[in-house]
């Protein structure tokens, strides 16, 4: 069974960071894109990353570019997002999603979406 397991979430300081985790389990992320969405209290979900394991191409939507960054490990079994600068507003529910793609696109995300294996989710809540 091919899932995706997420796990760094939790309560942050305004200011603060935190790296989140998305791990395969079942097979490699190899020929895959990682896209990622969060899910913010009473509002859709948005996408706003993805990236590639196979080129490693990336994009970012403006609203996280500069704050946000994701990666890859070189096993291709694990993708990170990592966040700075954290607001109240950041205070989401974030999703991992797998999809087949080389090199990624705004496209990507929508692909993600719609044909993705997704992980479980990781609350961020970011509070004073």
């Known amino acids: 069974q091919v899932h995706l397991v997420q796990s760094g979430g939790g309560s942050v300081q305004p200011g603060g960071s935190l790296r989140l985790s998305c791990a395969a389990s079942g097979f490699s992320l190899d020929s895959y894109a990682i896209g990622w969405f969060r899910q913010a209290p009473g509002k859709d979900r948005e996408g706003f990353s993805a990236i590639s394991a196979l080129d490693g191409s990336i994009y970012y939507s403006d609203s996280v570019k500069g704050r946000f960054t994701v990666s890859i490990d070189d096993s291709k079994t694990t993708a990170y997002l990592h966040i700075g600068g954290l607001t109240p507003e950041d205070t989401a529910i974030y999703y991992c999603?797998?999809?087949?793609?080389?090199?990624?696109?705004?496209?990507?995300?929508?692909?993600?979406?719609?044909?993705?294996?997704w992980g479980q989710g990781s609350q961020v809540t970011v509070t004073s």
């Open positions: 999603a797998a999809v087949d793609a080389t090199k990624v696109s705004k496209q990507t995300i929508a692909r993600a979406w719609k044909d993705g294996i």
